[in-house]
């Protein structure tokens, strides 16, 4: 018997309440979906459903075994992808990303905490916006990478997301610069620095309109994403720029004399994150990544405060769970 094959098919069974949607789902006949769970039913010895001619109901014993049922079945998805890196020649070899906007910091922290979580898999890390993400996720030419929602998660499975507060980098003779939290609207007369559209182009476009919402409409919208060129921008232009307040060392030294980071009043604006890896592909090394990324940014959130930082929480195939970071 094909355990793993007529394990599906329990759960489908249960899932659906309804033999006929359940072989709807598997893409099978309905009389072949009932041999199947009777033939499981004999080998486990004991009966999963009770059948009436209008419902299907799990029994007791189907309920205490369908979570061991569903942790089976992602096992076993997992075996499958290091099997399948293991046939495609990528055996030892997970290919990751990261969107520009992370610290240096950050980075060296994720790439320590993978070392320490997977030490026998070579991490080749490279640096992609959302947009060039989910091209290669989908072509499978990347194992898992950290997108900026909103986007299109399709064929995708999540970690949780996690959530970055925003600031502003404008100049100190800026009189919004004065301010201990500065108002969007406080920002009108400055152009503002953003990346690209094409780099994330839905959440280009929500800042815009945050940014409108509140009272800030830029003359001149300015692309820029390398921290040199931000600066210059900044300081020739009179620009402003938006930076998460654990990448703002990343734009502005400590005790820079000619730019400075504020919080946003109200914090309007907020980076969101999820460590993304294609559906079904999410194997050992691809958690161990997650794990070190989300431990990464937690502890950077958390640096230059006395409180520590909210401890690891478990993945989840949508993005389920949120939180501050």
């Known amino acids: 018997m094909d ?16 033999f006929g949607r359940a072989a709807t789902r598997l893409g099978i006949a309905q009389p072949q979906l009932s041999q199947r769970i009777q033939r499981l039913e004999r080998e486990l010895g004991v009966r999963l459903f009770e059948r009436t001619s209008r419902q299907v109901t799990i029994t007791k014993a189907g309920t205490l075994l369908l979570d061991e049922a569903r942790e089976l079945l992602t096992r076993s998805e997992s075996l499958m992808a290091a099997a399948r890196r293991i046939r495609d020649g990528e055996s030892g ?3 990751a990303a990261l969107p520009p906007d992370l610290a240096g910091e950050t980075v060296a922290a994720i790439l320590e905490g993978f070392r320490q979580r997977h030490a ?15 091209t290669r996720l989908a072509s499978h030419e990347l194992d898992v990478g950290l997108v900026h929602h909103p986007c299109d998660i399709t064929g995708l499975e999540l970690g949780p997301v996690l959530r970055r507060e925003v600031g502003v980098l404008l100049p100190r003779h800026s009189p919004a610069a004065a301010l201990d939290t500065v108002p969007l609207a406080a920002l009108d007369g400055h152009d503002l620095v953003l990346f690209p559209r094409s780099a994330s182009p839905a959440l280009y476009d929500d800042i815009l309109t945050t940014c409108a919402r509140d009272g800030y409409t830029p003359a001149a919208v300015r692309q820029g994403q390398g921290a040199s060129f931000v600066r210059g921008l900044i300081l020739s232009a009179g620009a402003v720029a938006f930076s998460p307040q654990d990448a703002r060392s990343t734009h502005t030294a400590e005790g820079d004399p000619d730019i400075t980071w504020r919080p946003l009043a109200g914090a309007p604006l907020n980076w969101r994150h999820s460590v993304a890896w294609p559906r079904g592909r999410g194997d050992a090394a691809v958690g161990a990544f997650a794990e070190a990324t989300t431990r990464a940014l937690l502890d950077a959130a958390a640096g230059g405060t006395d409180e520590p930082a909210e401890p690891a929480r478990p993945l989840y195939l949508r993005p389920a769970s949120e939180y501050w970071l």
């Open 120 to 134: 026998g898999v070579e991490l080749e890390l490279h640096e992609l916006s959302t947009a060039q993400q989910l």
């Open 3 to 18: 355990l793993i094959r007529h394990l599906e098919c329990f759960v489908a069974v249960a899932e659906a309440s309804h």
């Open 93 to 95: 070899l997970l290919r």
